[in-house]
């Protein structure tokens, strides 16, 4: 499955050129050329320049693949392609008009509640993953607030017991996983984006 199979024909080039464009914006964040990042993901260079100017497409891993490689989440990735024009000061979204992720981008599924180039992107992730998954890292800082069950959050090798109205907060580079051993949760994640 290639992301733009999650979109309607009509976008699907618009989608690519934002999403290229968040690629490029954080593989120069973290000061990567295109050759390191072709290293750091597996991926051709020239395919990832394809991918930056919105000409290609990605599958799930290789998605997943850029995202570990650019300390982000595969759920903010796919939040830039989510993104219309600029922004507006105030922004009501309505629970009917929002849309989950492609399935495969979290464990579980992600909706983010906001559109467009934001300073930070909340996002709801409902799960039942019973054992932790890959931990990520990122150089942005992520608040994460239980809003319903339990859940085990694991930073830099430590975890962290959360109930239902617990919260934790970590600073850009903690290396981090969360999971449940008691069922099903949700979660609101709130993540700084990349300056």
Same mark, same amino acid.
């Given at each position: ?8 024909e009509a ?7 934002? /999403? ?10 973290? =000061?990567l050329?295109l ?6 993901? &597996?991926?051709s260079?020239?395919?990832?320049s394809?991918?930056?100017?919105? /000409?290609?497409n990605?599958? /799930?891993?290789s ?5 570990l ?5 595969p759920?903010?990735l ?15 979204? #309505?629970s009917?008009?929002?849309?989950s992720?492609?399935?495969g ?9 906001? #559109?467009g180039? #934001?300073p930070?992107?909340? +996002?709801v992730?409902?799960? &039942?993953?019973?054992?932790? =998954?890959?931990?990520?890292v990122?150089? %942005?800082d992520?608040?994460?607030y239980?809003?319903?069950?339990e859940?085990v959050v %694991?930073?830099?090798?430590k975890t962290h ?6 919260? +934790? ?12 051993d008691?069922?099903?949760?949700r ?5 700084q984006?990349?300056r």
């Amino acid at each position: 499955m290639t992301l733009a199979t999650t979109h309607g024909e009509a976008d699907v080039d618009e989608a690519a050129v934002r /999403l290229g464009a968040r690629v490029r914006e954080l593989r120069k964040a973290r =000061g990567l050329t295109l050759v390191a990042l072709a290293e750091a993901t &597996d991926l051709s260079h020239p395919f990832l320049s394809q991918v930056e100017r919105g /000409l290609a497409n990605l599958s /799930l891993q290789s998605l997943r693949r850029l995202a570990l490689a650019l300390e982000t989440s595969p759920v903010e990735l796919v939040a830039a392609v989510e993104q219309g024009p600029a922004p507006r000061r105030v922004e009501v979204v #309505r629970s009917g008009s929002r849309r989950s992720t492609a399935e495969g981008f979290a464990r579980g599924t992600a909706t983010s509640l906001v #559109r467009g180039s #934001r300073p930070f992107t909340p +996002i709801v992730v409902d799960s &039942d993953a019973l054992e932790p =998954g890959e931990t990520f890292v990122h150089a %942005e800082d992520e608040f994460v607030y239980v809003l319903e069950g339990e859940a085990v959050v %694991e930073t830099d090798g430590k975890t962290h017991r959360l109930g239902m109205g617990d919260s +934790i907060y970590y600073a850009g580079g903690v290396r981090h996983r969360w999971w449940s051993d008691s069922g099903a949760y949700r979660l609101l994640v709130v993540k700084q984006q990349a300056r």
